[in-house]
């Protein structure tokens, strides 16, 4: 069994990206080619949202859009410690500090309360007590907040839009796990300032190599992030306007990715009849905590994940379904606030203890659009004897 099975889909399209693909080795525009707007315009259609640029990957999404804001040293940007490594490192890498807030136990996602004491203890106002990065002498200016949707269920956004608005700052959605998400009748990819996918192929929409793109309603910021995209171009090809990066999709991927997403809405009811097949087969399992989704809310399912009663519990569900060939993940072992590449920031253990203690008790089961009845049954055998 495959924890994401990529070869049953391939099946079924294959001969339509080879067709595709054939075409660019045609017409040799491997870089910017016809592909890409078609794309960019199938992807807006599907989101609702007026600007998608293509570009080289999610974590390059997240900092395009991040420098289209300015931001650099002295700044702060609000974030989850509960994520991928890439969601905070890019504010790092621009010299900004990540600002850390504890996710809700339920969603795992960030906890707009949270949220809102750390903003508040940032700007020196009276809040919860909240733990904040290095020394206090100078703090950081808070400028944004990157709120992410955790395997694929979208964030508060009501409220963490609110916490925005109120305090002056920019939202990011990191959508790099939940496109094909809904919150309230909008898609993910609609929820943010800016939002930014990632199409590494175990995402649930996912090319065959690097990718990711950017969405925004705003005009100004997506002639930013055009610019930003090619080295920071502006009308003069060799009079570039400001520092950009090489951030671009190549025709190859949004190749594949045309192809995918001919299927992908049938690939979201097929992922919808999965994850509430598995809540039917595992309910009432003692010592096994199911996901929950909020009402309002649709989750594209990019990782199923259970919460176990404590660390030697997760060892030994692991260890059983590593016996009967069963393939099981952990996302995510250590928070961020724990991770070496961070340790300047000089956070402690114990400063987000819901970050610390789910780290310790999730676990994530195989989980795609392919997964047979069959397949579901015996896992949830597995562990309901466990
Ligand atoms: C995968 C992922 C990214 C980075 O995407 P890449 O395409 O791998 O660069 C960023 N944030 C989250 C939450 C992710 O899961």
Redesign the pocket.
């Known amino acids: 069994m495959q924890f994401i099975d990529l070869t049953a889909q391939q099946q079924r399209i294959r001969s339509e990206i080879e067709e595709r693909i054939r075409n660019i080795l045609d017409h040799g525009k491997y870089i910017m080619g016809p592909e890409i707007p078609e794309l960019e315009k199938k992807l807006a259609a599907y989101t609702g949202v007026r600007h998608v640029l293509g570009c080289a990957?999610?974590?390059?999404a997240?900092l395009m859009a991040l420098m289209a804001y300015g931001i650099g040293p002295g700044d702060a940007v609000f974030t989850t410690p509960f994520?991928?490594i890439?969601?905070a490192e890019v504010i790092r890498l621009l010299g900004a500090v990540p600002v850390f807030a504890d996710i809700d136990p339920l969603t795992f996602n960030i906890d707009p309360e949270k949220l809102e004491a750390a903003v508040k203890a940032l700007r020196g106002e009276k809040s919860d007590p909240c733990p904040l990065p290095g020394k206090t002498e100078e703090l950081p200016a808070a400028k944004g907040i990157i709120a992410?949707d955790?395997f694929g269920l979208p964030a508060e956004y009501r409220s963490v839009r609110s916490i925005a608005q109120k305090y002056g700052l920019f939202l990011i959605e990191?959508a790099?796990?939940s496109f094909g998400a809904e919150y309230h009748g909008t898609k993910a990819g609609a929820l943010a300032d800016i939002a930014c996918t990632?199409?590494?192929p175990a995402?649930p929409l996912g090319c065959y190599g690097?990718g990711?793109a950017l969405f925004t309603d705003s005009d100004e910021l997506a002639e930013k992030m055009r610019s930003i995209r090619v080295h920071g171009s502006g009308p003069h090809k060799y009079d570039n306007i400001r520092i950009g990066i090489n951030g671009r999709l190549d025709s190859i991927q949004a190749a594949v990715l045309l192809s995918k997403l001919s299927i992908f809405p049938e690939e979201v009811k097929l992922r919808h009849q999965a994850a509430q097949r598995y809540s039917s087969l595992l309910a009432g399992i003692p010592n096994l905590r199911l996901p929950s989704v909020t009402g309002g809310m649709k989750s594209i399912w990019a990782q199923y994940s259970l919460l176990a009663e404590n660390e030697n519990h997760r060892t030994e569900i692991q260890k059983k379904l590593q016996e009967a060939q069963i393939p099981t993940a952990i996302y995510y072992p250590i928070p961020l606030h724990l991770q070496s590449a961070f340790a300047d920031l000089g956070y402690r253990e114990g400063d987000f203890p819901i970050s610390e203690e789910i780290s310790r008790r999730i676990f994530s089961i195989p989980m795609h659009p392919y997964l047979t009845k069959e397949s579901q049954e015996k896992i949830a055998e597995i562990l309901r004897t466990g």
């Open positions: 990957s999610g974590t390059d997240l994520t991928f890439a969601t992410v955790l990191d790099a796990q990632s199409f590494f995402k690097d990711g």
